[in-house]
T-cell receptor, first 112, second 113 residues
Framework: GEDVEQSLFLSVREGDSSVINCTYT??????LYWYKQEPGAGLQLLTY?????DMKQDQRLTVLLNKKDKHLSLRIADTQTGDSAIYFC????????????FGTGTKLQVIP | ETGVTQSPTHLIKTRGQQVTLRCSSQ?????VSWYQQALGQGPQFIFQ???????GRGNFPPRFSGLQFPNYSSELNVNALELDDSALYLC????????????FGPGTRLTVT
């Protein structure tokens, strides 16, 4: 079945870049996502990338996809304290129904 | 444009009871999915509704059931509540065919005692 793995924790200094990594097992993934969750809140869609793309940039966010290694990363440039949250990687396979599988999340701590 | 809304925000139930959670999809979205997020975990897919019918289901027992209404809003019903059902229940909506833009509501925190 599908599986998505992430490291649990990342700490960076304000102003530095953050890189959050994710690996997945489903070679037939069609889309991959990054969601952000702040304490006590729902999930905010940050960005998504289609599986036929290698990179997507959106303001401070850069997503890199290595389909051969099934590796996805999210780079946040100029990380701010407001970026402190849990970041979830997720993937949608090519199955008949539209199930999205999430990782366990990476907690990003930004040190002022 | 109205986002995804859920009610209630918090709920406390006793083991064995039944609960109904509600979701209004984002304007223009005709597909609703429900997820369970246990503490410290990522969301787990429960099921999805499209055109008032279940369109896929994750590894959840039949005591988890749902409905979708003509206005695309949805309900999640859980019977015979167990302690392990304590979680944040998230509703997400998207326009069918555009799952890359799936948006989540704020969730309902269910506590089973």
């Amino acid at each position: 079945g599908e599986d998505v793995e992430q490291s649990l924790f990342l700490s960076v200094r304000e102003g530095d870049s953050s890189v959050i990594n994710c690996t997945y097992t489903d070679s037939s993934s069609t889309y991959l996502y990054w969601y952000k969750q702040e304490p006590g809140a729902g999930l905010q869609l940050l960005t998504y990338i289609f599986s036929n793309m290698d990179m997507k940039q959106d303001q401070r966010l850069t997503v890199l996809l290595n389909k051969k290694d099934k590796h996805l990363s999210l780079r946040i440039a100029d990380t701010q304290t407001g970026d402190s949250a849990i970041y979830f990687c997720a993937e949608k396979g090519s199955g008949g129904y539209q199930k999205v599988t999430f990782g366990t999340g990476t907690k990003l701590q930004v040190i002022p | 444009e109205t986002g995804v809304t859920q009610s209630p925000t918090h709920l406390i139930k006793t083991r064995g009871q039944q609960v109904t959670l509600r979701c209004s999809s984002q304007s223009g979205h005709n597909t609703v999915s429900w997820y369970q997020q246990a503490l410290g975990q990522g969301p787990q897919f429960i099921f999805q509704y499209y055109r008032e019918e279940e369109n896929g289901r994750g590894n959840f027992p039949p005591r988890f059931s749902g409905l979708q209404f003509p206005n695309y809003s949805s309900e999640l019903n859980v019977n015979a509540l167990e302690l392990d059902d304590s979680a944040l229940y998230l509703c997400a909506s998207h326009d069918t065919g555009a799952l890359y833009e799936q948006y989540f509501g704020p969730g309902t925190r269910l506590t089973v005692t």
